[in-house]
């Protein structure tokens, strides 16, 4: 039933509104009966200066209005070089529509007088769209998150990250100058609403502008925010501090400072009501703008980095979570010709979890039910300062330092009818990256690059476990006759990592749409890492494992020569861009007493073809065979204790894997219809690809990697569909991955296949006075070899002003699972809501929240694992009902 409910009013609600409204469109041309292409089309109340409607014509001068019954308009009509015309326009409501061409007669003038008598929502200048945000916006708007929403074509996806067309925005500018390195998660929860004058969307961006003619551009997006007046030259922000019951609190300042010569954005959050400001998944995303070109050369060899591979949080939530964070972004212009700028990030969180689960291995006939409780502590710093140096147009410098430090601990007590264990966890990883790159256009002809990248990391994990029985029986540990005893065994690990990146690049023009690319780089490592793991007994005196196969001392070098050679050619709407490159790999392999030296040449195709259809409507083919090889961690031999019933080592005879990728990407924006779509097919196949070989012995299970001669395929498409309307913004997107893999289990494959689908549609209005709505349905299917299940999410989101000072807002998100054999089903439900009160022109803002109003204390997952042929059914504990009162000073 509420399936139905959910559907019909989706599907009803954009009717209601536009049975209201009467369409007027028509074609604008010159005198000579020529089209004219964005062209802007603005429809005010006659009389007056509120804007009813507005519109962008297409390749053939089509506009199109919505406007509402029984009133009168005044159409302004402009084109760069042409005078601006009114028009005037009468609805009746006996009229279903209207038509109106519309003629402009060029003008001398050079300024036309739309751009100083009013504002258009939307303006195109080549590959930049600025939106103007009062226009879209009702005023009730919070952060920057809550403006971008209301933009056509901009989403914000389920992560925080911006989305522009279908496309991730790498960098955020404010004024121009780099927010946070672009990380555009905390732009968005951050930037507040009421000082964002205009959003600039930047297409086919690059910061070097002698690249932007001879690199393929089209998926970098950067988007700039420019303030209000009144916001520049001085500090602004807001104070925000609030309490709750069961000594539950919030404290949030956040301040910035702008000028032509700098900019200053400092901000906090300290809270425990469950709200992440800065999550493990930001720390490892945080990589710092549109840089890293090593990323095309057609090797991939990724250095392991810290991370203890926590329980995960689900949707942020647990029973308990504290944090606490500060962040400072600077830039300073002392001069025309040179930048700095840089960031400090601290976070300090904990957070506490509780799981009841049930696992069923079926091929053991055997059952386990567990208890696990987990307390985990992270405590992370990031800094990084840049440096830019242009002393002339064809001269672009670049420097940057990175450094990341973290101390990372987690605590379980896993309580089980088959084996009891605590365990600990904790790592102090260590990174320090630098960057120099250099852009030379030599001359109209020539342009040399030179990008170079160094990264020296340190990681020293500790893992203790505690458990009730002897975990494996090839560590020969001691415990007692009665066998009632604690097996506590302890692993030290230290790995370090020494890694140079660099390319240099020639582009030779050969004509203004054609160049050819040569490209000779390298990638250099040494990695080395050591291991032990031993025994604490009773009376505290340690027993040391001496088996080489319990330890590691292992030194692994990696080398990377490649020589590459790609030709790219425009023309009309097609561009064409194959290469190859030829890869010398050497590796070097030391431990055991012994040393293995490997060396191979490998050659590697791509292929880029785009067919640009129009100007936001485009075609994109890519192909390209890359290789895989592993860092250390996959090659030391001895063995590593993974959990308290795991065991993992490393296979020094492992060789590396081939992956052929094929993609194809439809993009299309019209300024006309306000339609975004976005749909892409993408099929890999992996040769040789490293897996894990599974010994299972019982629940406990000891794996190390191999090459399988078997490939494994994934084909998958996604389609994404936007609409914005004058009062509506509707969105639908489904995606489908298929996959067949092969796992290795006691020496024998299973071969296996997954299937997953996702649909989901929304519609959300965008009134400048009324009620705003949002509601949309989500249908998750899984399948698996021998199982699958589906889930179902209907939600709704309001915003409601009302007594001129108060503005109510409410999220709701029910969840429905059950799986195939409907042997379980599982229901919950979110509900968050918050009262605003603001008198106008006021900087005090009061707050009433609720956060999970339905008061729901856990949520349930079901999952598969094909290597153990297990079910695990689980209760994940959160956080009940938090009631929150808070108050917030605008500076």
């Given at each position: 039933?509420?399936?139905i409910?959910?559907l019909?009013l989706v599907t009803i ?6 049975s209201?409204n ?13 089209p004219l292409?964005m062209?802007n089309?603005i429809?005010f ?11 962008i014509?297409d ?5 199109k209005?919505s406007?509402e019954?029984s009133?009168?308009?005044t ?6 070089g042409?005078?601006?015309?009114n028009?005037?326009v009468s609805v009746?409501?006996?009229l279903?529509?209207l038509?109106?061409d519309i003629?402009l007669s060029e003008?001398n ?7 100083i008598t009013y504002e258009?929502p ?6 930049t769209?600025?939106?103007n945000?009062d226009s879209?916006?009702s005023?009730k ?11 056509p074509?901009v989403?914000?996806d389920d992560?925080g990250?911006?989305e522009?067309?279908g496309?991730?925005?790498q ?6 100058k780099e ?5 555009s998660?905390l732009?968005?929860q951050n930037?507040?609403a009421s000082?964002?004058?205009k959003i600039?969307v930047?297409?086919n ?7 932007r003619?001879?690199t393929?551009?089209?998926?970098n997006?950067a988007?700039?925010i420019k303030?209000?007046?009144g916001?520049k ?5 807001e104070v925000?501090a609030?309490?709750g ?10 301040l910035?400072?702008?000028s032509?010569?700098?900019?200053v ?12 400001p800065?999550t493990?998944r930001?720390?490892f ?5 549109l840089?890293g ?10 250095v392991e ?5 926590f329980?995960?949080?689900?949707n942020?939530k647990a029973?308990?979570i504290?944090s606490?964070?500060?962040?400072l972004?600077f830039?300073m212009?002392?001069?025309?010709t040179l ?9 300090d ?5 509780y799981t ?5 291995y079926n ?8 208890e696990t ?6 405590q992370?710093?990031m800094l990084?300062f ?6 002339n147009?064809n ?7 990175f450094?990341k430090?973290s101390k990372?601990?987690?605590?379980t007590?896993v309580?089980?009818n088959?084996?009891?264990a605590?365990t ?6 260590f990174s320090l990256?630098?960057?120099f ?5 030599i ?5 040399f ?7 020296f990391?340190k990681?020293?994990p500790l893992?203790?476990s505690l458990?009730?029985?002897?975990p ?11 066998g009632?005893?604690?097996f506590?065994?302890?692993q030290n ?5 020494n890694?140079?990146?660099a390319?240099?690049d020639y582009?030779?023009l050969l ?5 050819i690319n040569l490209?000779l780089?390298t990638?250099q490592?040494?990695q080395?890492?050591a291991?032990?793991?031993f ?8 027993l040391?494992?001496?088996?080489e ?6 030194d692994y070098?990696?080398?990377d020569?490649?020589l590459?050679?790609h ?7 097609f561009?064409l861009?194959p290469g ?13 007493g012994?040393?293995?030296?490997e ?7 791509d292929?880029?073809?785009s067919?640009q259809?129009?100007?936001s409507?485009s ?8 290789t895989q ?13 993974a959990?308290y019933n795991?065991?993992t080592?490393?296979?020094r005879?492992?060789e590396?894997?081939l ?6 990407n439809?993009?299309?924006?019209s300024?006309f ?6 749909a892409?097919v993408?099929?890999?196949?992996k ?6 070989n599974?010994e299972?012995?019982?629940?406990d299970?000891i ?7 078997l490939?494994d395929?994934t084909?998958?498409?996604?389609f994404?569909?936007g609409k ?6 509707t ?6 991955t298929?996959?067949i ?6 020496d024998?494959?299973?071969?296996s296949?997954?299937?997953?689908h996702?649909?989901q549609?929304s ?6 006075n009324a009620?705003?709505f949002?509601?949309?349905y989500q249908k998750s299917?899984?399948e698996?070899s021998n ?5 179902d999410?209907?939600f709704a989101n309001m ?5 001129k000072n108060?503005?109510l ?6 969840y429905?699972?059950?799986n ?8 919950y439900s ?5 009262l605003?009160y603001q008198?106008?022109?006021s ?8 956060n ?15 290597i153990?042929n297990?079910n ?7 956080q009940?009902r938090?009631y ?8």
């Open positions: 039933m509420n399936k409910a959910g019909l609600f954009p009717l209601m509104v536009f209201q009467i369409k007027l469109e028509g074609i604008v041309k010159d005198e000579a009966g020529t292409e062209a089309v429809a109340k006659k009389g007056t200066k509120f804007l009813q409607s507005y519109s014509t390749s053939k001068g089509n506009y209005l406007l019954d009133q009168e308009y159409l302004k009509v402009s084109y760069l042409f005078d601006t015309k028009v005037e009746d409501n006996s279903t529509d038509e109106q003629v003008s003038e050079s300024l036309n007088e739309v751009e258009m939307i303006k195109i200048d080549g590959d769209i600025s939106y945000a879209f916006t005023g708007e919070k952060k920057l998150e809550d403006v971008l929403k209301k933009l074509g989403d914000i992560n990250e911006v522009v067309e496309k991730k925005v960098k955020v500018l404010v004024e121009g927010f946070f390195d672009g990380d998660k732009a968005t930037i507040p000082a964002i004058d600039q930047l297409k961006y690059n910061e070097v502008s002698g690249m003619g001879v393929n551009n089209e998926d997006i988007i700039n303030l209000k007046q916001k030259r001085f500090w602004f922000g925000n609030g309490i019951d069961n000594e539950k609190h919030i404290v949030k300042p956040k910035f400072y702008y032509p010569e700098k900019s954005n400092v901000l906090a959050d300290i809270n425990n009501i469950g709200e992440t800065f493990m930001d720390y995303r945080f990589t710092g703008g840089r070109g090593m990323s095309s050369s057609g090797t991939s060899f990724n980095s810290g991370g203890l591979g329980m995960t949080v689900q942020n029973q308990e504290l606490k964070f500060g962040a972004n830039s212009t002392p001069k025309k930048d700095f700028n840089g960031f400090a990030i601290v976070n969180s904990e957070t506490t979890m009841k689960s049930n696992t069923v091929n053991l006939n055997l059952t386990e039910e567990n409780s987990a307390i985990q502590g992270s992370l710093g990084k840049s440096t830019t140096y242009k002393p147009p001269v672009h410098i670049d420097y940057d330092i450094g430090l990372q601990t987690e605590l007590d309580t089980s088959i084996r009891a605590d600990y966890k904790e790592e102090k990883p990256n630098q960057n790159n250099l852009y030379y256009t001359d109209e002809k020539n342009i690059a030179a990008e170079m990248q160094h990264n990391e990681d020293q893992y203790n458990a009730t029985s002897q494996f029986v090839l560590i020969p540990t001691e415990g007692t006759a009665d009632n005893y604690i506590n065994l302890i690990k230290k790995t370090t990592t890694k140079l990146d390319k240099f582009y030779y004509t203004p749409k054609s160049n490209t780089g990638t490592s040494k080395n890492l291991s032990n793991i025994q604490t007994l009773e009376n505290e005196s340690v040391n494992f001496n088996d196969t319990l330890n590691n001392d292992a070098n990696f080398s020569l490649f590459g050679v030709y790219k050619m425009v023309s009309g709407k561009t861009n190859v490159s030829l890869h010398y790999y050497s590796t070097k392999d030391t431990q055991l012994t040393e293995i030296k060396n191979k040449t490998i050659i590697l195709p292929l880029y073809a067919l259809l129009k100007s409507e075609l994109r083919f890519n192909y390209s065979i890359s090889f592993s860092d250390i961690n996959n090659i030391a031999e001895g063995y590593i204790l959990k795991s065991l080592r490393g296979n005879e492992l590396n894997a992956y052929h990728k094929y993609s194809l439809y993009f299309s924006f300024m219809s306000f339609t975004n779509v976005h892409s993408s099929y890999t196949k040769v040789d690809g490293i897996k894990n599974t299972l012995l019982g629940i299970r794996s190390y990697p191999v090459n399988s001669n490939a395929e084909l998958s498409a996604s994404r569909y914005t309307y004058s009062k509506l913004k969105n639908f997107r489904a995606s489908v298929n996959s893999f092969n796992n290795i289990v006691n024998a494959v299973i071969h296949k997954s299937l997953a996702n649909y549609a519609v959300a209005s965008k009134f400048k009620p705003n949002e509601v949309g299917f899984s698996y199982t699958g299940s589906t889930t999410r209907p915003e409601i002003g009302f007594l108060f503005i807002t409410a999220d709701y998100s029910y429905n699972y059950k195939d054999e409907n042997t379980i089903k599982n229901t979110f509900l968050n809501s918050a605003y008198q106008k022109d900087k005090w803002e009061f707050k009433l929240s609720a999970n109003l339905t008061n729901n204390t856990s949520m349930n997952t079901d999952s598969y694992n094909e153990s297990s695990t059914t689980s209760l994940y504990f959160i009940p938090i929150l009162f808070s108050v917030k000073y605008n500076l």
